[in-house]
């Protein structure tokens, strides 16, 4: 069946690198993304990756994607104190109309 | 261009009543999905609406329902509610065809709490 897997909670000191990671099951999924959510709010695209590309680089953010082991991460460079947010993997189901969700990454970032 | 709003931002039930929410999808968009989101579980698919017509439903009992109205705007029904139900509803438009990302724009949610 369809499942998206991540750890719960990441903690870094601010400067530092984060990486969260993420793994899927749907081989068939087009596109993977990683939205953000901040407290009292929806959640907001972070960034996607195209399922023929292992890596995509925007700014402080990059996503590497190994679809030979389903697997997808996220790196945040230089982490600041406002990158402190839920991070969600994702994966998108065209067949079946639907974007799959993991259960989001509590990152806490220490100043 | 407006956002996606959803109505209510806070509401507070209590057992075996029942509870309507709405969303208001962005400007074009055709394609509305639910999702609940609760601690741990993270958000889980409820139901998408497109052009009026359910494409898909996720693993929920029949107390949840939905539709789907001409202008795009989706509401969405519990019945007979459980503590179990309290959670952040939340809604996400996209186009729903052609060639597109598969973004989803979400509202702030709905917060249901079940007294």
């Known amino acids: 069946g369809e499942d998206v897997e991540q750890s719960l909670f990441l903690s870094v000191r601010e400067g530092d690198s984060s990486v969260i990671n993420c793994t899927y099951t749907?081989?068939?999924?087009?596109?993977l993304y990683w939205y953000k959510q901040e407290p009292g709010a929806g959640l907001q695209l972070l960034t996607y990756?195209?399922?023929?590309?292992d890596m995509k680089q925007d700014q402080r953010l990059t996503v590497l994607l190994n679809k030979k082991d389903k697997h997808l991460s996220l790196r945040i460079a230089d982490t600041q104190t406002g990158d402190s947010a839920i991070y969600f993997c994702a994966e998108w189901d065209t067949g079946g109309f639907k974007t799959i969700f993991g259960a989001g990454t509590r990152l806490f970032v220490k100043a | 261009k407006a956002g996606v709003t959803q109505t209510p931002r806070y509401l507070i039930k209590t057992r075996g009543q029942q509870v309507t929410l709405s969303c208001s999808p962005i400007s074009g968009h055709r394609s509305v999905s639910w999702y609940q989101q609760t601690p741990g579980q993270g958000l889980q698919f409820l139901f998408e609406?497109?052009?009026?017509?359910?494409?898909n439903k996720g693993n929920f009992p029949g107390r949840f329902s939905g539709r789907q109205f001409s202008n795009s705007r989706s509401e969405m029904n519990v019945s007979t509610l459980e503590l179990g139900d309290s959670a952040l509803y939340l809604c996400a438009s996209t186009k729903g065809q052609g060639a597109n990302t598969g973004e989803l724009f979400f509202g702030e949610g709905s917060r249901l709490t079940v007294l």
């Open positions: 609406y497109f052009s009026e017509t359910q494409r």
């Open positions: 749907d081989s068939s999924s087009t596109y």
């Open positions: 990756i195209f399922s023929n590309m």
